[in-house]
């Protein structure tokens, strides 16, 4: 495969409240678009959302929220650059390639020796998706099982027919929205911890967050989990700096009666910080400090239990890998956006639709938080490019997955006009 031309388009999407955690927020998305040409005249398109906070927070702390999202979308446009240097055979092949270079030059414009990998592979998702579709063209297939690399295909060998949205509960997120989704169905709560503060008023703010989420959450019960109650996953997002600040969290849930209802807590530590963790009552599960499959291995020698995979954030090549080696290490691998526009949640989904049943649930699990973003979030919808399929809203707190959604693997080959008339004309 070579890439003889490409081309890159910005789109901003405002968020409907500030998206807060790791003690700060943001308020828009930027979403990047790339179109990619190669030797046999096949154009693609890829789509890709910036996450400069989750990514880096040291980034995001020193730049303007514009200024970060300017400096991943550099790295982007010097990818661009670099891809049409290369002949590969596959995405994956692409991505080994280019991404040592591609880092060094973020290392570079951020003038951050230490950056996070996954600022830079969060960057290059927009590229890796179109070369997933120009790898689909030149093999002539619109089936998502026919991507993965048969190396890789038996781990994901499950084919849900119910997955659980877990939508994000933020901050600042009002009660009445938090009911409206009680009310219609939702079964995990992926709630957001790790608020601004010393590391006291951190604690005290979040098992104050947790107890009213859960003063809410007591009046609802569902079929979808083992025990009967509402689930919990708790997104620290690295803000937690010892095991004795996340077991006083860990003793408020406890002592409110909601202990069992906690199915993981994400993130809690920084990277870099090993803490001794096999013996705490939970399971926890790594997010943004696995940036390579040997991040898997570490995680998993550590205690951890589960793999946050993110399509969306990490690319999809990583994503094929990191599943793939969390479940040979016999952990727990689950899909987790980045706030997501519709086109990227199915990308997600795609993922996720093919995992095992998480632990706790009776379905497969996926956090996807665009209703609770977006004030545009139905407007978003009715453009995809499949705007009446069922899979693309929940029903009982689940996507419900047919054999439909399987066939057109939900709609990710489908032209995303919305985004691609950005482009100038070619002609």
């Known amino acids: 495969m070579r890439i003889v031309s490409t081309d890159l388009e910005i789109q901003r999407e405002p968020f409907a409240r500030p998206f807060g955690f790791k003690g700060s927020a943001f308020h828009e998305k930027w979403n990047c678009l790339v179109r990619v040409e190669d030797t046999e005249g096949n154009a693609s398109f890829g789509l890709g959302g910036l996450a400069v906070l989750w990514s880096d927070a040291d980034v995001f702390s020193v730049h303007t929220e514009v200024g970060g999202n300017i400096l991943q979308t550099a790295i982007l446009e010097h990818a661009l650059q670099r891809i049409k240097a290369l002949d590969f055979e596959t995405p994956i092949e692409a991505l080994d390639l280019i991404l040592p270079d591609i880092h060094a030059y973020a290392q570079s414009i951020t003038q951050k020796a230490d950056l996070r990998l996954t600022f830079t592979l969060i960057a290059l998702v927009a590229l890796d998706n179109a070369l997933w579709m120009t790898y689909a063209r030149q093999r002539n297939t619109n089936q998502f099982d026919q991507l993965i690399p048969s190396r890789f295909r038996p781990h994901f060998a499950d084919k ?147 793999i946050a995979i993110k399509p969306a954030g990490k690319t999809l090549s990583l994503a094929f890998q990191m599943v793939s080696a969390t479940i040979q290490k016999g952990m727990i691998p689950f899909v987790a956006d ?19 049943v998480f632990p706790g649930l009776k379905t497969g699990m996926m956090e996807s938080n665009g209703p609770q973003n977006y004030a545009t979030w139905s407007r978003m919808v009715s453009e995809y490019s499949i705007p009446n399929a069922p899979w693309l809203t929940t029903k009982q707190g689940s996507f419900q997955l047919n054999s439909s959604y399987y066939q057109q693997s939900g709609g990710i080959f489908r032209l995303p006009e919305t985004y691609t008339r950005l482009f100038r004309s070619l002609d």
Request: overall charge negative; some cysteine; hydrophobic content about 40%.
């Open 160 to 306: 849900q027919q119910h997955l659980a949205l877990a939508p994000a509960i933020g901050y600042n997120l009002p009660h009445s929205e938090l009911r409206q989704m009680l009310e219609a169905g939702i079964y995990v709560l992926k709630i957001k911890i790790g608020q601004a503060g010393t590391e006291t008023e951190m604690v005290e703010k979040d098992c104050q967050r947790l107890a009213d989420v859960d003063r809410i959450a007591r009046e609802y019960q569902t079929n979808m989990t083992d025990n009967g109650r509402i689930a919990y996953y708790l997104d620290a997002n690295s803000r937690y700096p010892n095991r004795q600040s996340l077991m006083r969290l860990l003793d408020q849930a406890d002592h409110i009666g909601c202990l069992d209802q906690i199915i993981v807590v994400e993130e809690p530590f920084d990277e870099g910080v090993v803490i001794e963790i096999g013996d705490l009552p939970i399971c926890l599960a790594a997010d943004e400090s696995v940036h390579t499959i040997a991040d898997v291995t570490k995680y998993g020698n550590q205690g951890y239990s589960a």
């Open 338 to 356: 980045n706030a997501c526009v519709p086109t990227l949640v199915e990308w997600n989904k795609n993922i996720a639709a093919r995992l095992p």
